[in-house]
């Protein structure tokens, strides 16, 4: 498939690693330009681009941008065929993001995405740990495989999504619609813990969205004790061991 990433951080730069490694055609920008982006981002055939060129013939858009920014993107994305797969990778925090108030009051932060683009959403690799996506890519039957879990509204989305999960290295698993995407939030027990596809419908299963809130907020707080800014990215062993004990 043609897939057009904005972003090239963290997810977004490890997915045109994966994604180009698993024969797809990727095309990756940012928001300071093509000649920002890191060379690793590009080592194994992904293409550097402005944000207006990976959309040219993408099959798939993947957005792995900062939450807050979603909004930005509502012109560029207009132009796309009614079916482009649109995949929104992150996350609402609190912490790290102005606080918004229909999420505060309960809207999945998938739902509010989509409305702010005008254009249906699937959501993923939201839950699995920057380290975890770049380390821990697994071929397809490994008991030990991680999980991912997939949301989205239209079969089609979810059929793309689902499939460029496992061409990444992990475990899909349809977690349901956008309105019920808040299972999969930051703060619910699926949440950078490192399930398997045995254990992930039990954790969807025991996500609660109140305690979801008030358990982001323990373990920010923690975070930010720690590594004094929210900016720093910790190893694997940590985020994955201190989300285990707070949202598992």
């Given amino acids: 498939m043609n897939v057009g990433i904005i972003g090239s951080g963290f997810i977004g730069g490890t997915l045109a690693r994966l994604l180009s490694t ?22 194994t055939g992904a293409i550097a681009v ?18 807050v920014r979603i909004p930005d993107l509502k012109a560029l994305l207009e132009g796309l065929p009614e079916d482009s797969v649109i995949i ?3 996350n609402y925090i609190p912490a790290r993001d102005d606080r918004l108030d229909a999420i505060e009051n309960g809207q999945p932060d998938s739902v509010w995405a ?37 949301a989205a509204d239209r079969d089609h989305d979810r059929v ?16 349901g619609s956008l309105a019920e995407s808040w299972k999969q939030q930051c703060g619910t027990p699926c949440y950078c813990t490192e399930v398997t596809l045995e254990s992930l419908p039990q954790a969807l299963a025991d996500a609660d ?13 923690v975070y930010n004790e720690r590594f004094g800014n929210i900016g720093t990215n910790p190893s694997r062993n940590y985020i994955v061991q201190l989300s285990k004990l707070i949202y598992a």
């Fill in 209 to 221: 969205l109140a305690r979801s809130r008030k358990r982001q907020d323990l373990f920010f707080s």
């Fill in 50 to 67: 402005t944000k207006e060129e990976a959309l040219v013939g993408a099959d798939v858009v993947i957005l792995s941008i900062p939450f």
């Fill in 22 to 43: 698993a024969g797809h055609t990727v095309r990756v920008s940012n928001s300071r330009g093509p000649h920002t982006i890191d060379p690793d981002v590009l080592s």
């Fill in 114 to 150: 989509s409305e702010q683009v005008g254009r249906p959403l699937a959501k993923a690799w939201n839950t699995i740990y920057s380290a975890s996506l770049n380390e821990a890519g697994r071929p397809a039957g490994d008991p030990e495989r991680i999980a991912v879990p997939v």
């Fill in 160 to 175: 793309v999504t689902m499939a460029l999960v496992e061409d990444s290295g992990f475990d899909a698993y349809y977690a």
């Fill in 88 to 90: 929104d990778t992150s």
